[in-house]
């Protein structure tokens, strides 16, 4: 089940901490999360799961900053979350994605137990002007069942700025033989 709105707002300072809170961005069953005005983008052409990869920082303009297409950004919102016994989930708003922007890719599913500000990975079908506090995407609740296990992560947790890619931190902790393999390390017989 989804929270709704209403919910949200009873859950905080409890489960649920969206620091800073405005009531005018309360939804009916969700809450929309604005975006801060620095970006990073990647500088490599081709990047590297094995290892960190080189990116540059930018300041959103209060007149705006135009994301191109094919460049993928890396952003991150103004407030920071803290969600204990509910599932988060991030999605872009609509009036944002019916001007061809998708806000994050592939991260949308939060952790239980997550604490920190949410990056966002953002690509532009086309040409499109951003702005620094502007609403651009949502959060909402689910709840579990069952006994809960928080997320607790060296790579993400407790976060305060934007976060490139740190999967390369996986590939170091690697040493079974099996879990090598499926990471493509060959494994000495």
Not at 66 to 89: A, C, D, I, S, W
Not at 123 to 128: D, E, G, L, M
Not at 137 to 159: A, P, R, W
Request: glycine content about 8%; some cysteine; charged content about 25%.
């Amino acid at each position: 089940m989804i929270l709704s709105g209403n919910e949200i707002k009873r859950e905080l300072g409890n489960n649920i901490v969206i620091e800073p809170f405005d009531d005018h961005l309360l939804n009916p069953n969700s809450y929309n999360l604005c975006l801060h005005d620095e970006l990073i983008v990647y500088e490599e052409i081709v990047l590297d799961m094995k290892r960190p990869n080189r990116f540059r920082r930018f300041t959103i303009p209060a007149e705006g900053f135009v994301l191109n297409p094919h460049q993928l950004y890396l952003g991150r919102t103004m407030e920071r979350t803290e969600t204990h016994n509910f599932v988060p989930m991030l999605e872009g708003r609509s009036s944002i994605g019916r001007m061809g922007l998708f806000v994050h890719i592939t991260a949308g599913f939060g952790d239980v137990g997550f604490r920190g500000f949410w990056t966002l990975e953002m690509f532009a079908v086309q040409p499109i002007r951003i702005y620094p506090g502007v609403p651009i995407c949502q959060i909402f609740y689910h709840q579990l069942h069952g006994d809960v296990t928080e997320y607790n992560s060296e790579k993400y947790q407790n976060n305060t700025d934007i976060q490139p890619s740190m999967l390369f931190k996986e590939w170091e902790k690697k040493t079974d033989p099996q879990k090598r393999l499926a990471f493509g390390q060959e494994v000495a017989e």
